[in-house]
């Protein structure tokens, strides 16, 4: 027991970067992500293809060769970055490329029905997006942006390997200083476990209400 | 007040409409009439610029736009936009907005298009609403309400723009038969306050009891126009005569 409170003081230090870390990539990601979300359904074939591009290469390479990516072989090319800018950046576009998927679906789940009362009513496309449709489809995709921003939690262990101080860091630090590997890395996971839980319970609550909403509606 | 000049419409290879010119007066209530696939909601969706033709010119009270296949304008155009609000449009599918209540849904058009002051919206907004017969459901959400107010709530938004016509795109074919009736009677009101319409139905008894003029349209042509007398009653085409037999019953 004794033990464990002495590791507490550094792994809950890290446990604070985890969590800066995590925030600031989801607010950055989310702006990403509406942003691509529009470039995919815009008419224009230069946003549209960059976009896609974009989504194509952060789904379809892992996020650890992503982050090795940036902190190991942008310098190359004249861009220092420091180990949890790297990270930050990192975690955003892999988690922006995801909400970019997720904000389209939801966009596109809204009726064309919605978007021609809008334009009937006089409304232009921008304003339509933001007054009707947006309104609707973020309701409809909290759920899912909240459990891509669990798996953004724990993804953010993987800094580890870029050596940004966070939750999972410090423990492999303190692990191969002191051998208590059974100690500390339960305790990691344990801390994980507690972030995770509110996230965890909103999206819950999130569901249960919008399958009240759509009872009613049919 | 409409008016429709040499309208050609392809989509992909199909030609749906083939050079349709008309002129809807101020005051006048237009019912277009035809089969399925005959292009009369296209066309109607034309008149409010939700589909954009090939070719041919539709003039709004005097503002004229000229459409050819060359310099392609989008729906999302600056010019369409801003014409849009003086022809309000009622949907077969109500498309209210859902994440709206009814008075929501009847001030949104007045506040961010007309930009009218809140209180001055929401005043004129209840006044639309209990003109349709809705009197207490300001505060219901659409999927509170039934089809048939779902569409009076519509007419209202419509209202609420103060437009200088209507149209209606088969406004009474999505309804259960028992809440047709209600929203005919609105619409009816609105016929003998002078307002211009333009209606696409399928309620032939309604068609001859409300229009001035009657349209019917098949395979993308004008077939046969004129008072709803002369239409139902002395159909001149072949096409007319057989496509009415089916309505007898009704009519």
């Known amino acids: ?218 | 007040m409409i008016q429709v000049k040499d309208i050609k419409k392809s989509f992909h290879q199909t030609e749906v409409l083939k050079n349709i010119s008309f002129q809807v007066e101020q005051g006048e209530v237009v019912v277009i009439i035809g089969p399925s696939g005959s292009g009369k909601s296209t066309l109607l969706r034309m008149m409010n610029f939700l589909e954009i033709p090939d070719e041919g010119q539709i003039i709004i009270d005097s503002k004229k736009i000229h459409f050819d296949r060359k310099r392609r304008k989008h729906r999302n155009d600056a010019e369409i936009c801003s014409l849009r609000s003086d022809v309000s449009m009622v949907f077969q599918n109500f498309n209210l907005f859902e994440h709206k209540t009814a008075l929501g849904n009847v001030i949104e058009g007045s506040i961010m298009v007309r930009k009218m002051a809140k209180e001055k919206a929401i005043h004129q907004g209840k006044e639309f609403l209990q003109k349709v017969g809705l009197e207490g459901k300001e505060n219901n959400y659409p999927h509170e309400l039934s089809g048939g107010q779902k569409q009076r709530v519509a007419i209202a938004r419509a209202l609420a723009m103060r437009p200088k016509a209507i149209l209606f795109d088969e406004p009474t074919s999505a309804l259960d038969p028992e809440l047709v009736g209600e929203v005919l009677a609105v619409i009816k009101k609105l016929a003998e306050e002078g307002m211009t319409m333009v209606i696409v139905t399928h309620e032939m008894g309604f068609a001859k009891e409300v229009g001035d003029r009657v349209i019917f349209m098949d395979g993308g042509y004008i077939v046969e126009s004129g008072p709803p007398k002369k239409v139902f009653e002395n159909p001149e085409s072949e096409r007319l005569k057989q496509f009415l037999s089916r309505f007898s019953n009704v009519v």
């Open chain 1, 1 to 218: 027991m004794e033990t464990i409170l002495t590791f507490l003081p550094a792994l809950l230090q890290g446990t604070l970067i985890t969590i800066e870390l995590t925030l600031l990539s989801l607010i950055i990601a989310l702006v990403i992500g509406l942003i691509t979300a529009f470039a995919r359904i815009s008419n224009n074939f230069f946003f549209n293809k960059v976009a896609g591009v974009y989504i194509s290469i952060i789904r379809g390479t892992p996020l650890l060769v992503q982050l090795m990516y940036i902190y190991f072989v942008f310098p190359e090319f004249g861009i220092k970055l420091s180990a949890f800018s790297a990270a930050l950046i990192g975690l955003s576009l892999y988690e922006g490329a995801y909400l970019a998927e997720i904000f389209r679906a939801g966009i596109k789940s809204i009726g064309k029905g919605q978007l021609e009362a809008a334009y009937a009513i006089g409304m232009n496309y921008s304003m339509a997006m933001r007054r009707i449709i947006l309104p609707q489809a973020i309701k409809n995709v909290l759920p899912p942006i909240g459990n891509s921003a669990i798996l953004l939690l724990k993804n953010s262990s993987l800094a580890a390997v870029i050596a940004v101080n966070e939750l999972m860091h410090t423990g492999e630090n303190l692990a191969t200083t002191t051998f208590r590997n059974i100690e500390i890395f339960t305790l990691v996971a344990i801390i994980y476990w507690i972030l995770h839980y509110p996230m965890d319970r909103v999206v819950n609550l999130l569901e249960r209400r919008m399958s009240n909403d759509s009872g009613q509606r049919h």
